[in-house]
């Protein structure tokens, strides 16, 4: 069974950086993508970046310059440094996984940002 791994989170101040990371364990494949998506309180999750196996990428408007989403293929985590982080960056931020039709998600880890 494939499960998702994420460490990284916490609490931050604005301007200041954290880095996410993400290992799935469980899986005989090589996913087609990973990424990582966040959702704010009441709000739908939503993408913050992804990176395809054959390493295209695809960030949100907000992230874009700030955030690095980066991937190691052949241990299946996938990582995301976060720069110049802002208060309207909290949220849970959720690793994610695909193969095929098959999604898989992590259990979330919480980023807060203080202005």
């Known amino acids: 069974q494939v499960q998702l791994v994420e460490s990284g989170g916490g609490l931050v101040q604005a301007g200041g950086s954290l880095r996410l990371s993400c290992t799935a364990s469980?899986?005989?494949?090589?996913?087609?993508?990973m990424g990582w998506y966040r959702q704010h309180p009441g709000k739908q999750r939503e993408l913050v970046a992804r990176?395809?196996?054959?390493?295209?990428?695809n960030y949100d408007d907000s992230v874009k310059g700030r955030f690095t989403i980066s991937r190691d293929g052949t241990k299946n985590t996938v990582s995301l440094q976060m720069n110049s982080l802002k208060p309207e960056d909290t949220a849970v931020y959720y690793c994610?996984?695909?193969?095929?039709?098959?999604?898989?998600w992590g259990q979330g880890t919480q980023v807060t940002v203080s202005s």
């Open positions: 469980g899986s005989a494949f090589s996913f087609d993508h």
């Open positions: 990176l395809t196996r054959f390493h295209s990428t």
């Open positions: 994610n996984a695909a193969f095929r039709d098959l999604d898989y």
